[in-house]
């Protein structure tokens, strides 16, 4: 059993920053694949980022690439997402969630094993 928990969520004007955490409890972090999507209100959950379990390998929703950067520290069990040049359609909940699967791929969140229970995200225009 993985528990995972956001923070670092908030209000932030349009080209803003903002970093979020995800801390993950129990000593197998780093045997998990990692990821964060988001869900606006009304909208479908969607994929945000994954990065691989040594933290190599990285994939990104098209509109997030480039601004977005996922990172991993094991030795800490916590999930990062750094946010630049945040947008009106950057406000969502956020959610950090893991997974045995090599990546996320075209599973979506049906591929995920453990949720967060998410950070709120809004970005004012």
């Known amino acids: 059993q993985v528990q995972l928990v956001e923070s670092g969520g908030g209000l932030v004007q349009t080209g803003g920053s903002l970093k979020l955490s995800c801390a993950a409890s129990?000593?197998?972090?780093?045997?998990?694949?990692m990821a964060w999507f988001r869900q606006a209100p009304g909208e479908e959950r969607e994929f945000v980022a994954d990065i691989s379990r040594s933290g190599f390998t990285r994939y990104y929703r098209d509109s997030v690439q480039g601004r977005f950067t996922i990172s991993r520290d094991n030795a800490k069990s916590t999930l990062y997402l750094q946010m630049n040049s945040l947008k009106p359609d950057d406000t969502a909940v956020y959610y950090c969630?893991?997974?045995?699967?090599?990546?996320?791929?075209?599973?979506?969140?049906?591929?995920?094993?453990?949720w967060g229970k998410g950070t709120l995200v809004t970005v004012s225009s």
């Open positions: 129990g000593p197998t972090f780093s045997t998990y694949t």
């Open positions: 969630a893991a997974t045995r699967l090599a990546s996320v791929g075209n599973w979506g969140p049906s591929g995920m094993d453990y």
